[in-house]
């Protein structure tokens, strides 16, 4: 027997204890060998709820863990670190039918996966507003401003930010009923979110593509409702410049 | 530079990040740490800024859970590499890892399965561990498994595979107790008769643990491994046995699951401490 067959084996309860396993006596494994199965699909279930915490209370603990046993064999994680476990979870959500009329699940998800990525991202301290009001206008125009390796944007037709307080650290968050574009950050200890104005996550996705401010003010502005002192400002409230290379 | 393992003879636990501010303020009878190493391989992020903060004050034992030494695989160079990033930084005062396999072609399934005790297997297994050591610079230290089944196609004791293992590689011991009563009662082994045998001269660091009470389909009395209780009674007996014939040494108390008050494991480490102050 190779740890080929031991594995499917593991993740498939279909599947007969693979031969040559025993017990002291000579007898085949069974019910020991199943402590390796309970071991493996619980842990990684486990691990999945740590990860995606408001989806379990959106769908329920008992629901969820029914569906961590069907994922987990499905997407056994790619490495040993469980905290970049599951990124193919929301994905998961969006094509699994018992949980097709939570419609706004899958994008909960992608705000519980940025979240995890954001806390776990690289350490740079971010530079304060001096930087950018040294420069000329033209300089300005120019500059290609580097942003937090933590920063992600989560935007949804749902108003998905809300859905999260509330089934997280503020339960009497109203749901508003339009979607929401949502900042993810964490440029210092704790991971930071808030709801983005108009334009906003268009600008910080141009901005992260490596886009000069001359070009992405340029084409913001043409977005209605986009305020740019608000969004220049908003830079450097969240602590998301890191570097000005002009 | 080799890291020759190097914990000093008191008592360590898991480090749980919810004990941290507990720690901080009066560490007790817990004078150093273990860590899993694959908590602490991300980019950045507070983890690793309170690792950092900790090994300040702390010694601290790196302790692999993913490397997959008893895969039929070869090993994950990538992971050796967050390894040997890790361990440059860090500067452990030891790294240890299990005699045990995690990792098949599908990806990493969380758990220390089990390899059969043959000669095939121990050259498996002194090739990884010497490929580890190598990549590392360090004197890894391999821990005994807690098993559930055993395998047709073994041919000696766990023992005797731990000893050829040692005898190719030179690699230190970590010595579970509650892993050898976990296995003992489920092989049908005296656990005193393990103790007793061990080649103690290799030992490195010693781990106590709970485990969960259970049977299997034919009324015969199943351990499983859980490190989310006390230690029991038999495993601090063991403890004592082992002490006596081995003299002191770095002892850990791992609690994993349902992890509890920091007063609580406190009390398991300094029960711990007074059963190193007997030996020495």
């Known amino acids: 027997m190779s740890q080929s067959d031991f594995s499917k084996a593991l993740l498939d309860n279909e599947r007969p204890t693979p031969e040559g396993l025993i017990d002291p006596q000579g007898r085949p494994a069974g019910k020991r060998f199943d402590v390796y199965r309970n071991n493996v699909v619980l842990s990684l279930s486990d691990a999945l709820s740590d990860a995606y915490p408001v989806v379990q209370k959106l769908v329920g603990e008992k629901f969820f863990q029914a569906m961590a046993g069907i994922f987990v064999r499905q997407h056994p994680p790619k490495s040993p670190i469980l905290s970049q476990f599951a990124p193919e979870f929301p994905d998961f959500l969006a094509a699994f039918p018992p949980v097709a009329k939570l419609t706004y699940l899958p994008d909960v998800a992608r705000l519980e996966k940025a979240r995890t990525e954001a806390y776990h991202a690289a350490d740079v301290d971010p530079i304060d507003g001096a930087a950018l009001a040294a420069l000329t206008p033209e300089q300005m125009a120019e500059a290609k401003l580097h942003l937090h390796p933590s920063l992600h944007i989560i935007s949804s037709p749902f108003p998905v930010f809300a859905i999260w307080r509330q089934n997280s650290d503020a339960p009497d968050t109203a749901i508003p009923k339009h979607g929401q574009d949502v900042l993810i950050a964490r440029p210092q200890d704790m991971v930071e979110m808030r709801t983005l104005p108009p334009g906003a996550a268009d600008f910080l996705r141009a901005l992260a593509a490596g886009r000069r401010l001359g070009e992405t003010i340029e084409f913001c502005e043409k977005i209605p409702l986009f305020d740019l002192t608000e969004n220049i400002g908003g830079l450097f409230e969240s602590n998301l410049l890191i570097k000005i290379e002009s | ?280």
Request: proline letters at 6%.
């Open chain 2, 1 to 280: 530079m080799t890291l020759i393992p190097h914990l000093p003879h008191s008592v360590g636990v898991g480090y749980k990040p919810q004990h941290l501010d507990d720690i901080l303020a009066d560490a007790g009878s817990v004078k150093w740490l273990e860590i899993h190493a694959e908590n602490y391989m991300s980019a950045g992020g507070p983890p690793i800024a309170q690792l950092k903060r900790l090994a300040e004050q702390f010694p601290i034992s790196c302790h692999g859970v993913g490397l997959s030494i008893g895969g039929e695989r070869p090993l994950d160079k990538e992971h050796l590499a967050r390894l040997k990033h890790l361990i440059s930084w860090l500067k452990p005062a030891s790294f240890s890892e299990h005699l045990a396999w995690s990792t098949h072609e599908g990806g990493y399934l969380n758990d220390l399965l089990p390899v059969p005790y043959n000669m095939e297997t121990v050259q498996r297994v002194a090739d990884h561990v010497n490929e580890v050591q190598e990549t590392l610079g360090v004197q890894m230290l391999l821990e005994n498994p807690s098993v559930y089944v055993a395998f047709t196609t073994s041919t000696m004791d766990e023992i005797t595979f731990i000893n050829e293992v040692v005898s190719r590689t030179g690699c230190g011991l970590l010595l579970d107790v509650n892993n050898v009563f976990i296995s003992g009662t489920n092989q049908e082994y005296a656990p005193e008769d393990y103790i007793a045998n061990f080649p103690v001269e290799h030992i490195g660091e010693l781990h106590l643990g709970g485990h969960i009470k259970d049977q299997d389909e034919h009324g015969a009395p199943l351990l499983i491994d859980s490190h989310n209780d006390k230690v029991v009674d038999p495993v601090w007996a063991l403890l004592d046995t082992l002490l006596k014939r081995a003299g002191p040494k770095p002892i850990l108390v791992e609690w994993d699951n349902d992890i509890p008050d920091w007063a609580i494991l406190e009390a398991e480490a300094a029960r711990a401490s007074k059963a190193l102050e007997a030996t020495s």
